[in-house]
Each structure stands twice: as structure tokens, then as C-alpha cells.
């Protein structure tokens, strides 16, 4: 999608290695969230973030670390991989209404061996 | 805290049949509701959204869904399927005051018969 990347696009990845995925936008979006896609479950927050720095767990964050130093960048990173975390991963950013809705990127994902 | 749940996780039509996805929502306020749609291997894409004023909203591709708050739902309709309907659909509610974070329902899956 425009303004909206993530990368890369797929990867396998072995047990108990840590992984980062990034989110680039250039939209100058303030809001950034990381969501994760199951069959049966939808998609799940796992961290977002309304600012430079600011940062807040959602329902899946166990296992998962974020950061945000740059308007523009979102990272996810698996502390240490495990199969449980095999999975496509999304991310999606907001402008400041709440009524606009998100611009999802095109997904990564992520095999745990 | 809020919830969605669409009923079916697999839909099935005939090409030119009537399209019914459906969503219920769990909400304290009055919330903001979207509808996603998911083609094969892509990133989810806005399909409509409510979020005051008029109940009937119209989105693309010959999608619509009517706000329905005393029964707590927001399903989606369209009258005549087509086979480039084929994908998956995600119901979702945001609260309007709070960190504009979306709540997905568990997706249903449309297939479209020939």
C-alpha cells in the first residue's frame, strides 16, 4: 500500500533467535500498531504506539518488544523466537481521527523452525 | 471492554446471489465500526465505516451495512455477488475517545459458486 512498508516480507527464523520486523510509513502518521493474523482469531494487537517514544502493550504482547524513534519507523522485535509466534504479521497506521480507520501494510510472514 | 463476533467463519454464495456477512458488537459508548476486506496474500483494505449520522453506509465494490444499535450490529450486505468477491472479511469496532485501537472480529471467509 502506499506510504505504508514493511519488510521483509517473509522469513524463517530458528527457536530462540531474536527477530525485528520494521514498519517504514511516510505518511506522518501519529498513530502505528503491530497486528498479528491467526486462522480463527482475526488479527490481535500486540503493541502500539501514539508518538515518538510512545509506546503501549495490546492483548498479545508477551514475547514481543516495540520501538519508535522516528515518526516514520515502527519496530517489532521478537525477543526470542518460538513457534508460537509463527504467524503473518501486520502493520497498520492512523491519522489523528479515530474515524478515518487504518492503512494496513502488506504483511510479513514469519515461519519459527 | 469491546468485542465483535461475525457469525460463520465460511460463507458461501451463488454468483449473483445476495451477499450477508454478519457482525454483532460489544461496546460501552457508542463506537466507530468498520468493515475490512482481505483478497488472497494482501494487506487488509477499508471496505466502509460508520461512524455517526446516517445508519445505511455505502462503501466500495457495491458493499453496504446498516448500524442497527438496538441490536447491536453492523452487518454487511450486497445484492448481487461476484466471483472477484472471493476473499475474506474482517468486522471491527474502535472506541472514539480512546487510543484509536481497533478490536477485529475472527474474519469470515466468502467463497463464490459459478
Known amino acids: 500500500d502506499a506510504g505504508i512498508t514493511q519488510s521483509p516480507r517473509h522469513k524463517v527464523t530458528e527457536t530462540g533467535t531474536p527477530v525485528t520486523l520494521r514498519c517504514h510509513q511516510t505518511e506522518n502518521h501519529r498513530y502505528m500498531y503491530w497486528y498479528r493474523q491467526d486462522p480463527g482469531h482475526g488479527l490481535r494487537l500486540i503493541h502500539y504506539?501514539?508518538?515518538?517514544?510512545?509506546?503501549d502493550k495490546g492483548e498479545v504482547s508477551d514475547g514481543y518488544s516495540v520501538s519508535r524513534s522516528k515518526t516514520e519507523d515502527f519496530l517489532l522485535t521478537l525477543e526470542s523466537a518460538t513457534s508460537s509466534q509463527t504467524s503473518v504479521y501486520f502493520c497498520?497506521?492512523?491519522?489523528?481521527?479515530?474515524?478515518?480507520?487504518?492503512?494496513f501494510g502488506s504483511g510479513t510472514r514469519l515461519t519459527v523452525v | 471492554a469491546q468485542s465483535v463476533t461475525q457469525l460463520g467463519s465460511h460463507v458461501s454464495v451463488s454468483e449473483g446471489a445476495l451477499v450477508l456477512l454478519r457482525c454483532n458488537y460489544s461496546s460501552s459508548v457508542p463506537p466507530y465500526l468498520f468493515w475490512y476486506v482481505q483478497y488472497p496474500n494482501q494487506g487488509l483494505q477499508l471496505l466502509l465505516k460508520y461512524t455517526t449520522g446516517a445508519t445505511l453506509v455505502k462503501g466500495i465494490n457495491g458493499f453496504e451495512a446498516e448500524f442497527k444499535k438496538s441490536e447491536t450490529s453492523f452487518h454487511l450486505t450486497k445484492p448481487s455477488a461476484h466471483m472477484s468477491d472471493a476473499a475474506e472479511y474482517f468486522c471491527?469496532?474502535?472506541?472514539?475517545?480512546?487510543?484509536?485501537?481497533?478490536?477485529f472480529g475472527q474474519g469470515t471467509r466468502l467463497t463464490i459458486n459459478p
Open positions: 497498520a497506521i492512523s491519522a489523528t481521527a479515530s474515524y478515518v480507520g487504518y492503512t
Open positions: 504506539s501514539y508518538g515518538v517514544k510512545d509506546t
Open positions: 471491527a469496532v474502535s472506541d472514539p475517545q480512546g487510543a484509536q485501537k481497533l478490536v
